[in-house]
């Protein structure tokens, strides 16, 4: 059965076998406690600020601040997500933080260029909206990339089955 078993680990491709070894290994489930931590600590920071308000804020800093405390959750729910995964998932995560990453930035972007708008100058909503393109341009780009790299590893995986039957 050893015997089997180290037969098996050798038909494993070696870039595969590479891959997943940085999915599990010591240093990227540490990544993910950091940021789990830094989401955790940011919204629970944010949420004790808004908790210790003397005065209820206005209704805009309200929802900012719901909006950042959501974001700071969702960053620590999927760190704890991934972390209690205890399998390779082939670049499932890579793909639900980039998602995670776009959806902030674009609200971020639009909340942004709304205030400009609403309150400064031409030159202000001009430098938001280009600031924003940017980084929406470079989260979609990060999308983009995690899925290339999902459907290779996928596909390495899939041509390991195949090789194995």
Do not use: K, Y
């Amino acid at each position: 059965m050893s015997e089997q078993n180290r037969a098996a680990q050798r038909a494993v491709p070696e870039q595969l076998e590479r891959v997943l070894a940085t999915e599990v290994s010591l240093r990227s489930r540490l990544r993910h406690v950091a940021v789990g931590l830094a989401g955790g600590c940011g919204a629970a920071m944010i949420a004790v600020l808004w908790a210790t308000e003397p005065h209820a804020p206005p209704p805009h800093t309200q929802a900012v601040f719901a909006g950042l405390i959501a974001i700071g959750l969702a960053w620590a729910v999927f760190a704890g997500w991934v972390l209690s995964r205890r399998r390779p998932l082939f670049a499932r995560d890579r793909v639900l933080s980039a998602r995670i990453a776009l959806a902030a930035t674009v609200v971020t972007a639009l909340a942004g260029v709304a205030l400009a708008a609403v309150r400064g100058s031409t030159a202000d909503l001009v430098a938001t909206a280009t600031g924003g393109v940017v980084f929406t341009a470079a989260a979609m780009l990060t999308l983009v990339r995690a899925r290339h790299h999902r459907r290779e590893l996928l596909r390495l995986r899939d041509a390991l089955r195949q090789d194995a039957s």
